[in-house]
């Protein structure tokens, strides 16, 4: 190899080694729909989403609480099954799937029938991948 091939490959390692810790170290993102053009027909809401990824964030006491997803008959029998995912953080951001998304409360006895339960319906599809040409 040659001393420019080495060092065109050392700087794009660079770089992207560069990328991938700037995009762990970010936080938190919070979008305002439409960006500057708001909650509008201009701003084409369909398209909006595009490259955007949506979370639910669950903040709890870990002694008093957990976060279950769960299909929709568990969320109605406040139970859960054998494809239920379970979260115990206290500070768990969960990504949305297209469709319904089922949370429930399952730690303490009572907590789901008293009201501990959430159903989101995400209903903008996910934008599809652009085609190379």
Not at 14 to 42: H, I, K, N
Not at 49 to 63: C, H, I, N, S, V
């Amino acid at each position: 190899m040659n001393i420019p091939i080495i060092a065109t490959i050392a700087a794009l390692w660079s770089l992207v080694f560069q990328q991938c810790y700037v995009a762990q170290a970010r936080g938190p993102v919070t979008y305002v729909v439409g960006d500057d053009l708001g909650w509008t027909l201009e701003a084409n809401p369909e398209s909006w989403t595009r490259g955007k990824k949506f979370y639910a964030e669950f903040k709890y006491d870990t002694d008093e609480a957990n976060v279950v997803v769960v299909e929709k008959k568990d969320h109605d029998d406040c139970s859960v099954s054998e494809t239920s995912a379970f979260y115990t953080s206290g500070d768990d951001k969960i990504q949305l799937v297209f469709g319904a998304n089922y949370f429930i409360c399952s730690d303490l006895p009572n907590q789901c029938a008293g009201g501990m339960k959430l159903a989101i319906n995400a209903t903008s599809r996910p934008p599809r991948p652009l085609r190379a040409h």
